[in-house]
Each structure stands twice: as structure tokens, then as C-alpha cells.
């Protein structure tokens, strides 16, 4: 088996932390952003660790469930690391849904923190 480069062991540890926070409890996620860091959520936009948390714990559901499908990861120029989740999310007793999800890694003071985040579900209007 060939070892895995650097930014992808980091870039799957990352994702399977996230997912596993977010599906037990969001209000934790704060640890994992800083107060510069950027959410876009199905095209809203939010800055800040605390508007993050916010936004992330004030969705309109009480239990959710991700299972990742694929996951790609990639060194930056500026040494930061860029993931892309593809997957599935069961909120309560809605219906399975795919969902795409980016982040930006940067490690600040020996810590991978995420400076961007961007979801969003994959509904297809084909009307």
C-alpha cells in the first residue's frame, strides 16, 4: 500500500472529524474555525467563528446524519490544504439528500483550521 501524501491524511482526518462533530454536536464546531474564516450556506454568506456557529446550530432540524461518498484533497500554493466532500445527509424524517461541501485548511500555530467552508445540497430543478 503507498502512503498517502501529507495533505490528504490531514484532509480525510479533517472531513471525518467535521462530520462526526457536526452529526453530535454542531455547538463544537467552533473549535475548528477562526474569527476570519468564511461559511457559504446554499448561497448564504457568513464571516466569523461566532456567526459560523450560529448559523450552523440554528438549522431547522434536531438530528442529521452525513456519509461521505468521495472526498478529494490538494496542497495550495500558500501551503493551505482545499477539500471537497461529495455525500449524503439524512435531517430527521426528510428524505436522503446528496450534498457537496469545500473547505480551505490553514494551519495556524501548529493547528488545521477551516477558513472557508462552502455547502450546498444537491437539488437538481430540472422544471
Not at 490531514?10 to 473549535?31: A, E, P, T
Not at 456519509?67 to 436522503?96: E, R
Amino acid at each position: 500500500m503507498v502512503d498517502q501524501p501529507l495533505w490528504e491524511q490531514i484532509g480525510s482526518s479533517f472531513v471525518q472529524h467535521y462530520y462526526q462533530m457536526f452529526d453530535s454536536d454542531r455547538s463544537q464546531l467552533g473549535s475548528i474555525y477562526i474569527d476570519a474564516s468564511c461559511l457559504t450556506w446554499e448561497g448564504q454568506q457568513f464571516q466569523g467563528k461566532r456567526a459560523i456557529v450560529e448559523k450552523l446550530t440554528t438549522l431547522p432540524f434536531t438530528k442529521i446524519a452525513h456519509s461521505i461518498t468521495a472526498q478529494d484533497h490538494q496542497p495550495t500554493p500558500d501551503c493551505c490544504i482545499l477539500s471537497m466532500v461529495v455525500g449524503q445527509l439524512k435531517a430527521d424524517d426528510d428524505p436522503i439528500m446528496g450534498f457537496h461541501q469545500s473547505f480551505i485548511l490553514k494551519n495556524i500555530n501548529d493547528a488545521w483550521v477551516c477558513t472557508n467552508d462552502m455547502f450546498r445540497l444537491a437539488i437538481h430543478n430540472f422544471g
